[in-house]
């Protein structure tokens, strides 16, 4: 008994990370309505991986010490650590594009939308492990919920099946970055992960962004958003989200993760002065059912 209260307890902690790493990725979309029009989008992403990459180096020099038993397994991970960087700088490149070209409302509902289909497919293809009914009617109703938040706030864009192209294989490259770090957490610690994973996604975004956008042009207000992104949306959420996967499946942090448009809902109303319909606060009721639906198999597992 005291075994299974132990495991209920990690699994609560590992969704309270989940969540706090969502409601950290939801402030980006308001913070970055401070950046300049005249500094690329993606220069912003790769800016922002490549400052999140000197976080995590910083943060494993603190604990060095702490770290230093883990990375002897690092000679296993390489392949995992290959994957993981390709994937989140796949990731950035794709949203961006995506969102572009088919506004910001769908874009955004169609990449982290279909990051839960995506996980529980692949997990169901590659492992054979099948998620529960309960885990799929939770996983909809935030979808749904999620659409309803953000439909008309991007009225007047066109359907692009480019752009939906984009933001599907956005959902993809996130839900495979998570299946990748869930299997590098087991060979290392989240902080050598991250670290890994995001410097070499930096290596692979900036010279992307360099051939289409060209010349970075940035001013100050522009450095202290991307500065924001990167320790914290980016830095200090990732890290949550990887000490997050340590402790509860890979599915439900996909899952949790449906929270980041709450916070980025809650952001627009009271700091960008947003009015949303009553269809919006019912879409905001649906993600809260439905994440309580995937916290209660969570936790229904380790009972």
């Known amino acids: 008994m005291a075994q299974d209260g132990h495991m209920k307890n990690t699994s609560l902690a590992g969704v309270a990370m989940a969540l706090s790493a969502a409601a950290l990725w939801g402030t980006t979309g308001t913070v970055q309505t401070f950046a300049s029009s005249q500094t690329s989008p993606y220069w912003i992403g790769a800016l922002r991986l ?13 604990g060095r010490s702490r770290h230093a038993p883990m990375t002897s397994q690092l000679r296993f991970a390489w392949r995992w650590v290959v994957w993981g960087g ?16 088919t506004g910001v409302a769908t874009g955004t509902a169609v990449a982290i939308g279909s990051g839960p289909v995506w996980v529980g497919l692949l997990q169901s293809l590659l492992s054979r492990q099948v998620q529960r009914p309960v885990w799929w009617l939770g996983t909809v109703l ?15 864009s066109g359907f692009d099946v480019v752009g939906l192209g984009f933001c599907l294989a956005a959902g993809l ?14 060979l290392t610690t989240p902080e050598v992960a991250t670290c890994l994973v995001f410097t070499l996604a930096a290596v692979i975004a900036v010279p992307i962004a360099a051939a289409v956008s060209g010349t970075f042009n940035a001013t100050f207000e522009t450095w202290l958003m991307a500065s924001y992104l990167g320790v914290i949306a980016t830095g200090v959420s990732f890290l949550l989200f990887s000490h ?5 499946s890979a599915a439900t942090s ?6 980041e448009p709450m916070t980025a809902f809650v952001l627009a109303i009271m700091v960008v002065g947003e009015q949303p319909s009553a269809a919006a606060f019912g879409g905001l009721g649906l ?6 639906f995937v916290v209660w198999v969570e936790t229904r597992s380790h009972s």
């Open 142 to 156: 935030a979808i749904l919920g999620i659409s309803l938040i953000l439909s008309g706030r991007s009225a007047g």
């Open 244 to 248: 997050a996967l340590c402790r509860i």
């Open 86 to 101: 390709v994937c989140i700088a796949a990731y950035n490149l794709s949203f961006f594009a995506g969102v572009k070209a």
């Open 50 to 62: 490549f400052i999140a990459s000197v976080f995590f180096g910083i943060v494993i020099l603190m």
């Open 173 to 186: 490259a996130y839900a495979g970055y998570t299946l990748v770090s869930k299997r590098l957490v087991d």
């Open 254 to 259: 996909v899952t949790l993760s449906l929270a």
């Open 287 to 292: 993600v809260m059912a439905g994440l309580m």
